[in-house]
């Protein structure tokens, strides 16, 4: 009798190389860095951001001027070869001044944007997830301190603490953060009831790492585009500050004063509002290219 | 249908906003258009403080003086006065004049309305104008409670009586005052709210009311009931209350306004080369107060040195720009003395000199800070200001650079300011001072040990009997000695450093004639007209 | 739900009820008062006028009289303003700035939402990085610039519009576009990152797979899930508004409310300071109050419970 069994040889097929159609496992923050890197317009901004820190950090040790100098008898000059910005009224060296306003414009926005990021983030996420009566007092919290007016809290702090910068970042702490935490509150309640967390859900993972390793990084772009967005709001409301006394003192000047003080005579001596306005656009349109980088970077649904 | 409600609602609201608007009634007018700046706080002569209210409060009433378009105070309700020897009776025989309503105008609206001008009820802020009334005090603190022995009495229907605490030469002045004005005793006491509103509002000059839009417009229209009301061309004025003075500014380029009290400074060059700028007088002073009770303010010889330090030539020239003179003694210029005709200031002299770097490094070293040397960084203080910044940022570097100190700049919203000055919760604070009358008085009072506005702790007996001595006679040659000799103890002690006499740059058309602007702050417009162009 | 309602409500007044002690109490604690002055009031003055408007009461009995008069809706005098009640400075007020903020949510809806679906769908073509350029401009610079660039251009130089006032409806447009500029880059911002996440995802394929249109895809599917973080965003978009407004209608002359906010602060007008917070929250309250309902109705998985997650 044939054994039908020796009839039939296998097929001899080479063995697939499967490990190459497999993509090497990498990290989330890996692959965000990977993908924010291929995003031109992304590293222009980090670029351009890099260089106001430095011009922030060395700009006014390396200028001829100091930035408090002043010559009453070249008030209000016009651009000129010595002064690249002009004078401002106490004839001090405009170009001088803006560099030194960003050692403190930018410390605000970063600043700013880190409270944001943390505070806001954590509480709109933990309130929202929670949900219930969790989430009713938080959010009673948060209307409580959007409806007690922020100058008196202000006042207040400037009679009790006095000028300073640091006071400006108490006050910016203040109520800064109110605004995301309600915008990532709106996300998590959405994106808690969708099918992803209810995977995670099941695979039995912890409602921390639910919250920060699912839900959030899915609500990275709101959370971006208000992060960045907020950035002009804290350069003018350290302005704003200013007028009232936090924060720093004159001859010290940020770019919101500057731009605020320039418009009180743009008609006459257009300068002294342009330049700081023009760094104040450059560094939020840097921002804003380095803030979308990281949204298409960080957001999980964008993997390739 | 929630949503489509609310647009209907809203809709129905603009509509409303709207149908407030009056159209101008196109007769031969004569519109003037002035900036106002603010709402007014009260519209109650007896109560205002502040110079918007002085300036249409002046233009809607009259008061038994006033200040004619070249600067004379002359018999305006008042036909004549007569004064009793002593210097403490004055007697005034009105002329026959009518309230904006028809109704006479009698001494009793007078009597009235100074009386309740100084009861408690009332607690008008500015009542301490009339102290100087027999009793007037005493009786607006509760002292006295009966009105009848305040010093006013009106004979009969044409004959106040006044009798003053003290001899008081320039009362004529005062009397021109909004303290002072008369009130139409039956309306006020039929409707005590008559003067919240332009519905019921009645006054007795130049202009009556017609509108008030609150925190927008004032309007008033020439009141054809007033006694001089030919001398009356102008048929209307628009009062705006716009309070940014970069708006001001473009909505007078613009033509929207004819007459913008308020330039921005750092518009104030350009503004000048284009033939736009007024520099109307002010009888003010800016200065810096010293702690003295704190060291080392202490010491005569460091604030000296401070003052002394500062170029305010520099200052005037190069940062206020408006015709400032720098200062060289505390009282400016614009105050009578003893002499008809005479400045006080003039007679007086400079007590110090406007820059003398060299004296104050001397005067520095002499206390013990030599180079500056060990000497304490301390706090310039001044309220939130572009201006204020400006010149304490200059001052700062002066006296780093001459005499070596440091100082930090600390800006405060305006009233924790005041009342830090108060507390003497300071190091030096910037301040100034707007006089209230046309007299050395006004300045010179204020230093008295231990008085109400000053926030320096300073105080000097020999300093208090010269102000008493200047306060209890009528002969000027004496008063004006008192009070030149009491400036110089102050000069000599400086626990105020002067550093330039105020002006009011305005913005004003150049086809608006015959108005006063007085060194006090206000504007009277009973003779302004606009000329054609 | 109507359990949540009547929860939300009680929870509404509670909160301004809190709103409304804090901000006293802050009023009261910051130095200087109402009848801080330069021209220092004599004693005997100062003496009266606190006696007429009760700053002579304790504190705690300042406050309790104050909230009574609160319930029955009596908002006080003026300290500032002798001739208007708080009342009438609502009343009068409420309906200007309340026209101004209706037009400028109307431009910041009508302008920024097109803009950001546009930009979306023509992602890094030039019309997604016009409308970023733009919007980065309305953004950086705030409001108070842009009202006196507004002013110079339109009301000095072209004579389009007056530089300032109220009354004719043209007076409307310029106050209306600086404020409504920061909100509208917001809009356009948020509706494109929000329509980028959407677009990516899977049930947008299976549509334009099924053979759908582009402006069902768009429109019908993706734009109303898209919506979720604007309609967020409503809540602080009328807070901002009426923060602009403060600023927007002392610069351009208007006689609403918002003047009066910041103002007050300044004059110490405590039962001003009151009166606006109070309503001001009591507006963002009701605000957010709406957005949360329309959330849900957005959003059909969406709930208030805690039971999914526990």
């Known amino acids: ?304 | 249908m929630l949503k489509k409600l609310t647009i209907l609602m809203l809709v129905v609201a603009m509509l409303g906003t709207f149908a407030g608007c009056k159209k101008a009634a196109p007769v031969e007018e004569m519109v003037l258009k002035y900036n106002v700046g603010a709402e007014p706080q009260y519209f109650d002569p007896r109560k205002a403080t502040g110079i918007p209210e002085f300036t249409m409060l002046l233009n809607l009433f009259d008061g038994l003086m006033r200040y004619d378009n070249q600067g004379q105070i002359v018999p305006s309700v008042a036909e004549s006065y007569t004064v009793s020897t002593d210097g403490l009776v004055w007697t005034f025989k009105l002329k026959d004049t009518k309230w904006s309503n028809g109704e006479p105008l009698t001494a009793q609206d007078f009597e009235y309305a100074w009386k309740t001008a100084l009861s408690p009820e009332i607690a008008s802020e500015y009542s301490y104008q009339l102290y100087y009334i027999k009793n007037g005090e005493k009786y607006n603190s509760g002292e006295l409670t009966n009105a009848d022995e305040v010093g006013v009495k009106a004979l009969d229907d044409k004959t106040l009586e006044v009798t003053l605490e003290a001899p008081t030469p320039y009362f004529t002045s005062l009397l021109s005052f909004t303290t002072y004005l008369p009130i139409n005793k039956k309306l006020d006491q039929s409707n005590p709210d008559w003067a919240k509103s332009a519905d019921n509002y009645v006054s007795n000059g130049p202009f009556k009311l017609t509108l008030w839009d609150h925190n927008h417009t004032i309007e008033m229209v020439k009141n054809t009931n007033y006694w001089d009301k030919d001398k009356v061309k102008l048929t209307k004025i628009i009062f705006t209350m716009v309070e940014e003075n970069t708006t001001e500014m473009l909505m007078f380029e613009n033509g929207e306004i004819d007459w913008g009290p308020n330039p921005p400074p750092a518009e104030l060059d350009r503004l000048k080369a284009e033939g736009k700028v007024t520099i109307n007088p002010y009888l003010g002073t800016y200065y810096y107060l010293f702690n003295v009770t704190k060291k080392p303010f202490d010491d005569v010889r460091v604030r000296k040195a401070l003052l002394f330090a500062i170029d305010k030539e520099s200052i005037v020239k190069n940062i206020t720009k408006s015709g400032e003179l720098p200062a060289t003694a505390y009282v400016p210029l614009g105050v009578p003395d003893a002499t008809p005709g005479s400045d006080f200031r003039k007679v007086g002299g400079d007590l110090f000199k406007v820059y003398d770097p060299d004296e104050a490094k001397k005067l520095l070293a002499e206390a013990g800070y030599p180079d500056g040397k060990g000497f304490p960084t301390f706090v310039l203080l001044y309220n939130t200001n572009e201006r204020h910044k400006t010149i304490a940022e200059a001052i700062q570097r002066m006296w780093k650079e001459t005499l070596g100190i440091n100082c930090t700049l600390t800006n405060q919203e305006w009233k924790v300011y005041l009342d830090n000055r108060n507390k003497l919760n300071y190091d030096v604070a910037r301040a100034g001072w707007i006089g209230d009358y046309t007299d050395p008085m006004t300045f010179i009072d204020m230093w008295v040990t231990g008085g109400g506005n000053n926030d320096t702790g300073w105080g000097n007996t020999q300093y208090d009997e010269y102000v008493r001595i200047a306060k209890s006679t009528g002969d000027q040659a004496a008063r004006m000695d008192a009070m030149h000799k009491a400036e110089t103890i102050l000069m000599a002690e400086m626990p105020i450093g002067p550093i330039y006499f105020y002006t009011r740059p305005e913005l004003i058309k150049p086809y608006i004639k015959g108005y006063y602007t007085s060194a006090l702050g206000y504007t009277d417009f009973k003779d302004a007209y606009i000329e054609k162009h | 739900m109507r359990k949540f309602v009547i929860q939300r409500v009680i929870a509404m007044l509670i909160t301004l009820f809190i709103i409304a002690t804090i901000t006293f109490f802050l009023a009261k604690a910051i130095p200087g008062g109402p009848f801080t002055k330069e021209k220092a009031v004599p004693d005997a003055v100062l003496k009266n006028l606190e006696r007429k408007y009760h700053f002579d009461d304790p504190l705690w009995k300042q406050y309790a009289d104050y909230i009574i008069s609160l319930a029955k809706g009596d908002l006080g005098p003026s300290f500032r303003y002798d001739a208007l009640t708080v009342n009438d400075i609502v009343r009068k007020g409420f309906p200007v700035s309340a026209l101004l903020g209706f037009v400028a949510i109307l431009i910041s809806l009508g302008l920024g939402l097109p803009a950001g679906i546009i930009s979306a769908y023509k992602q890094n073509f030039w019309q997604d990085n016009f409308v970023m350029f733009f919007s980065i401009l309305g953004i950086s610079i705030p409001n108070f610039i842009l009202a006196t660039l507004f002013m110079y251009i339109f009301g000095l130089k072209l004579h389009i519009f007056n530089i300032a006032g109220w009354g004719r409806w043209q007076d409307v447009i310029l106050p209306a576009v600086t404020l409504a500029a920061y909100p509208t880059a917001y809009i356009a911002r948020l509706m494109r990152s929000s329509m980028l996440d959407v677009l990516s995802q899977d049930y947008i394929k299976t549509a334009r797979s099924k053979g759908l249109s582009e402006y069902r895809v768009m429109i019908i599917h993706a734009l109303k899930n898209a919506l979720i973080p604007v309609v967020t965003y409503l809540g602080p978009l009328i807070a901002a508004i009426f923060t602009g407004s403060f600023i927007v209608e002392r610069l351009f002359f208007i006689p609403g409310l918002g003047r009066y906010y910041v103002t007050s602060i300044y004059d110490r007008d405590y039962t001003v300071i009151l009166g606006t917070t109070v309503f001001y929250a009591a507006f963002l309250i009701i605000a957010n109050f709406v957005v949360d309902i329309i959330y849900a109705f957005l959003d059909p998985r969406i709930t208030y419970s805690t039971e999914k997650i526990k």
């Open chain 1, 1 to 304: 009798m044939i054994n039908e069994k020796e009839l039939f040889e296998p097929v001899k097929t080479e063995e697939i190389e499967a490990k190459e159609y497999i993509r090497p496992s990498i990290g989330y923050w890996a692959d965000a860095w990977r993908r924010l890197k291929k995003n031109k317009l992304a590293l222009i901004g980090l670029y351009i951001i890099i260089v106001l820190i430095a011009l922030a950090i060395f700009g006014p040790m390396v200028s001829v001027y100091e930035y408090d100098a002043t010559n009453l008898n070249n008030v209000y000059a016009p651009i000129s070869g010595s002064h690249w910005f002009g004078t401002d009224e106490l004839g001090r060296d405009v170009f001088t001044r803006v560099l030194y306003g960003a050692r403190i414009s930018l410390a605000v926005g970063f600043v700013a944007s880190f409270i944001n990021l943390i505070i806001g983030v954590l509480y709109g996420g933990i309130s929202g997830f929670m949900g219930g009566k969790v989430d009713n007092v938080m959010m009673r919290f948060v209307d409580i301190l959007y409806g007690v007016p922020i100058l008196l809290i202000v006042i207040l702090l400037m009679v009790v603490l006095g000028p300073g910068l640091t006071n400006i970042f108490i006050a910016l702490g203040i109520g800064y953060w109110v605004g995301m935490a309600r915008i990532v509150r709106g996300q998590t309640l959405s994106l808690k009831e969708q099918e992803f967390t209810l995977a995670a859900k099941t695979l039995g993972a912890s409602r921390t790492r639910i919250l920060v390793r699912h839900i959030i990084p899915n609500a990275i772009g709101p959370i971006i585009v208000t992060a960045t967005l907020l950035i002009p709001n804290a350069i003018f409301f350290e302005a704003f500050l200013s007028f009232i006394g936090l924060g720093v003192s004159a001859p010290v000047a940020s770019w919101g004063v500057l731009a605020s003080d320039g418009v009180r005579s743009f008609q006459s001596h257009p300068n002294l509002l342009f330049f700081p306005a023009l760094f104040i656009s450059i560094t939020m349109l840097s921002f804003n290219f380095l803030g979308d980088g990281l949204r298409d970077a960080l957001d999980p649904r964008q993997r390739k």
